[in-house]
């Protein structure tokens, strides 16, 4: 594994609080922007560290973080814990508080609230968030998800579409959502 991959996966480990996983598989995609922009995306897929060797290799156990990072950012562009399962130490909200919620999202994006996304569906332990540009919705569509277990642990969080993000006090740049 190339010293920056393995920086890159070690960064991320500790971020997300994965201290109770191994990183299983890895590759690197690349993509396309709506405008053609190329973008490089590192795929991860965290076993749970109880879990051993074996298995089907067709499905991963309950528990593992299939989980992508735009590289060029570092941002988190979606990660799926599978079926709801997590032993992440970190990544909780007080889902009885969505700005807890929406900054984590501001923080993970580099979106703002109400000027790049906003609410558009509200569940038990899901929010939905659709793409704008200063309250207007943006086509085609973008929109984020996230969902967290019964104690408030993140364990679904995946971004799609394209928004206005502004970066370095500039407006007007359009990157992939999230």
């Known amino acids: 594994m190339d010293q920056r991959i393995y920086d890159l996966a ?17 590759h690197i995609f690349r993509g396309t922007t709506l405008f053609r922009g190329t973008v490089y995306r590192l795929s991860m897929e965290w076993f749970p560290i109880h ?10 156990p309950a528990g ?23 032993y992440a130490d970190s990544l909780k909200f007080d889902s009885r508080h969505k700005d ?6 501001e923080k993970e994006t580099g979106l703002v609230y109400g000027k790049q996304f906003e609410l558009w569906k509200e569940k038990e332990r899901k929010l ?11 086509s085609p569509a973008a929109s984020i998800e996230i969902q967290w277990d019964e104690e408030g ?17 500039q407006t007007g740049n359009v990157r992939p959502f999230p």
């Open 51 to 60: 879990v051993g060797p074996g298995g089907n290799e067709d499905t991963n």
């Open 10 to 26: 070690e960064l991320t480990k500790a971020k997300y609080g994965l201290t109770a996983y191994r990183l299983h598989k890895w």
């Open 100 to 105: 807890e919620i929406i900054r984590w999202i």
């Open 128 to 138: 939905q968030f659709r793409g704008c540009v200063d309250g207007i919705a943006v």
């Open 64 to 86: 593992t973080v299939c989980m992508d990072i735009d590289i060029a950012s570092g941002k988190l562009e979606n990660m799926i814990f599978v079926g709801g399962v997590t």
């Open 153 to 169: 642990r993140l364990v679904f969080f995946f971004g799609d579409g394209t928004v206005s993000a502004p970066r370095s006090g």
